[in-house]
Nanobody
Framework: QVQLVESGGGLVQAGGSLRLSCAAS????????MAWFRQAPGKEREFVAA??????????DYGDPVKGRFTISRDNSKNTVYLQMNSLKPEDTAVYYC??????????????????WGKGTLVTVSS
């Protein structure tokens, strides 16, 4: 089992940048596929980005709304996954959640396939 804690959210103006972090507990972090989802008020949870576990071969994947603006990365030595968000837009405003699934190689955008979740961090983009 893994515990996830997000950080780095806050208020930013449109066009600005933020970097979110998700710190994971335990010694098996490298075996987890990691993903970011977001949920805006009144909307369904939305896939943002995902990165393979260390033994997997898939390239990082992104939701269409964030392609070319967001970058996911991981540092297994720090048990941390990051989400670099550039060119932020007001429609990026949401609570951002980190999620994980060990040895997962299925559909990243399927949030029901992720058994482990953090509590989320709020990102607010002002116009």
């Amino acid at each position: 089992q893994v515990q996830l804690v997000e950080s780095g959210g806050g208020l930013v103006q449109a066009g600005g940048s933020l970097r979110l972090s998700c710190a994971a507990s335990g010694r098996t972090f490298s075996s987890y596929a990691m993903a970011w989802f977001r949920q805006a008020p009144g909307k369904e949870r939305e896939f943002v980005a995902a990165i393979s576990w260390s033994g997997g071969s898939r390239s990082p994947d992104y939701g269409d709304p964030v392609k070319g603006r967001f970058t996911i990365s991981r540092d297994n030595s720090k048990n941390t996954v990051y989400l670099q968000m550039n060119s932020l837009k007001p429609e990026d405003t949401a609570v951002y959640y980190c999620a994980a699934n060990r040895y997962y190689s299925g559909t990243y955008s399927d949030y029901t396939a992720m058994p482990y979740w953090g509590k989320g961090t709020l990102v607010t983009v002002s116009s």
